[in-house]
């Protein structure tokens, strides 16, 4: 059976998404989950594209262990310089340099003759070779190139050394069809083909990444790219999750073997989920929330007489359990326990005790607690980590008091402002710990959410530009949590996310605003 190589590029493409920026600690915590899964490789990022995507290629290059660590380049010897000092540290690095080699890139964008791309991709290889062993050539813009011209730059960048050849549909334009006809002919042109790799990677602009990726698959290719939830630039890239499943539910059809464990599938897509706060459909194909319900009666009636009837995947085998225990503000430590531990986490690397006690403050407003909600508790983030901890909030709009007790023990009671602007439609006061210091203040402004960010404001002293704000409700129930994050910055640094939950929605953007601060430099 012909082994494939899983290429893993959720934080190079993936984080090329519009709107996301992720910072080096979430970065560490995707790669490792990534490990977890078992994919060959992971792209960590363009070192030369600035210090603090260097400074994330080579902290995670050194730290992660049986994988192959990957960083992305153009066919610029300074850029590769870059990259290859990120992964001087790795165990095992490879890099990734690659240019343009359709006619409209190169005469357009590039400005370079054919020839002359030819020549910038073959030194680039020899360039990247002189300092490791394994290096990936992308043919940018491939699937819309002249094949034969793409046989020619494969062919010289194999002679110079690449170990792998990336044959990208850069902007999702192919059919399966076509794509798959277009690694055949590569497969069968190239000359020393046999000498490195051949790897897809498809955009999902038409919706077809993951039937592009499989018909490539079927071709011959022998390493498949693509992100986590298939996120990415633009549409996206390939959901590799989706990849790994049609290969798992059609064993017969495609002869391959890979080292994913399937099992960390839905773990790897909520974290990333939740990480970079980009919502995974409930009609999500493989990890969507409904992706495993049935809502009709012939449908349950047909589940219930035989799953097979209308499940074509055990949703265990994603590592989605079956639901057995129903948690509530009645169960204890054990159930709790249980149930986490279904669910992927290990009650050795967080203090249960604390777990519990936020699950109980969390029960005490909700009937039942859910998976999702467990999920939100688990990764809210440690306020432990922080300088800042937000004790109390409260808010008047319209003369409607709202007051919250933000769930510290020592939190202080909270008093209603008379602060008042013409044009204010609430105001709020809020109380902020700083480095264990706490001062209240507070704030009139636009909407609650808006009054409560500008009292934060007031107390930090710092002048904070929200680039982004999002809500949305990620559990069942009426009392749902609500996860809110903020993208935000000050000056010219780079923006940071912060993330809050919480089942009432001004504290669960207070605490998104109180968690992206901490990030700030
Ligand atoms: C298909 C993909 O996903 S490719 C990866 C996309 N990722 C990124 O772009 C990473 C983030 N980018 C960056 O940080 C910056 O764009 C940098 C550091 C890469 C370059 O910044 P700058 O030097 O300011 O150049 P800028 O981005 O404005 O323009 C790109 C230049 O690179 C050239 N170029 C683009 N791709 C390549 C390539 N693969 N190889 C060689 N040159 C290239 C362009 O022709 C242009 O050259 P010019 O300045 O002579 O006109
Ligand atoms: C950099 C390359 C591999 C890429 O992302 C693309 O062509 O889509
Ligand atoms: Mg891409």
């Not at 690449?162 to 277009?182: C, F, I, K, M, R």
């Not at 219930?304 to 204890?332: C, F, H, M």
């Not at 009432?504 to 901490?518: G, N, R, T």
């Amino acid at each position: 059976m012909k082994r494939l190589y899983i290429f893993d590029t959720t934080l190079r493409d993936g984080e090329q998404s519009l709107g996301i920026t992720l910072n080096l600690k979430e970065k560490l915590e995707i790669a490792h989950q990534l490990v977890r899964l078992g994919v060959d490789v992971i792209e960590l990022g363009f070192p030369a594209s600035s210090p603090g995507d260097f400074e994330s290629v080579q902290t995670i290059a050194r730290e992660l262990k049986g994988v192959t660590v990957c960083g992305l380049s153009r066919c610029v010897a300074k850029d590769i310089d870059r990259c290859a000092e990120a992964l001087k540290d790795a165990e095992s690095p490879r890099i990734h340099t690659g240019i343009a080699v359709s006619a409209l890139h190169m005469e357009k964008k590039l400005q370079m003759r054919p020839d002359q791309v030819i020549e910038a991709a073959a030194a680039a290889v020899r360039h990247a070779k002189s300092y490791i062993s394994d290096v990936e050539f992308f043919a940018e813009d491939a699937f819309r190139s002249d094949h034969d011209f793409l046989v020619q730059v494969l062919t010289r960048v194999i002679e110079a050394g690449a170990t792998v050849v990336n044959v990208p549909d850069t902007v999702g334009y192919a059919t399966p069809w076509e794509y798959g006809e277009l690694i055949a002919y590569v497969k069968n042109n190239v000359p020393n083909i046999d000498r490195a790799r051949l790897s897809i990677h498809c955009h999902n602009d038409l919706g077809m990444a993951t039937a592009n990726s499989l018909a490539g698959i079927k071709a011959g290719a022998d390493q498949v790219e693509g992100t986590i939830n298939g996120i990415g630039e633009r549409a996206g890239n390939t959901s590799l999750e989706e990849v790994i499943m049609a290969i798992y539910t059609q064993k017969q059809r495609y002869d391959v073997q890979h080292r994913i464990n399937t099992r960390e599938i839905a773990p790897t897509s909520r974290l990333v989920s939740m990480i970079t706060g980009v919502p995974v459909p409930a009609h999500k194909a493989i990890v969507g929330a409904n992706a495993y319900m049935h809502a009709s009666g012939i449908h349950q009636d047909g589940v219930l007489k035989e799953k097979q009837t209308y499940e074509i995947i055990d949703p265990e085998i994603i590592g989605v359990p079956r639901n057995r225990i129903v948690l509530s503000a009645r169960s204890g430590r054990h159930a709790l326990k249980h149930r986490l531990e279904e669910l992927g986490y290990s009650s050795q690397t967080v203090d249960m005790e604390q777990v519990y006690q936020a699950f109980l403050r969390l029960a005490d407003q909700k009937q039942e607690v859910y998976d999702e909600d467990l999920h939100m508790l688990m990764g809210a983030g440690g306020p432990e980590a922080s300088r800042y901890r937000l004790k109390r909030i409260s808010v008047v709009t319209n003369g409607h008091v709202s007051e919250n007790d933000t769930g510290a023990d020592d939190a202080i009671p909270g008093t209603t402002t008379g602060a008042s602007a013409a044009t204010a439609t609430a105001t709020a006061t809020v109380t902020l710990e700083i480095d264990g210091a706490q001062t209240t203040d507070a704030a009139a402004g636009n909407g609650p959410v808006d009054a409560v960010f500008k009292a934060i404001d007031r107390i930090t002293g710092k002048a904070i530009r929200l680039e982004d704000y999002n809500l949305r409700s990620v559990s069942r129930g009426a009392e749902a949590l609500g996860n809110a994050t903020v993208k935000i910055r000050t000056g010219d640094n780079p923006s940071v996310m912060g993330r809050g939950v919480s089942t009432d929605i001004i504290e669960a953007s207070a605490k998104a605003y109180v968690d992206a601060l901490s990030k700030l430099r």
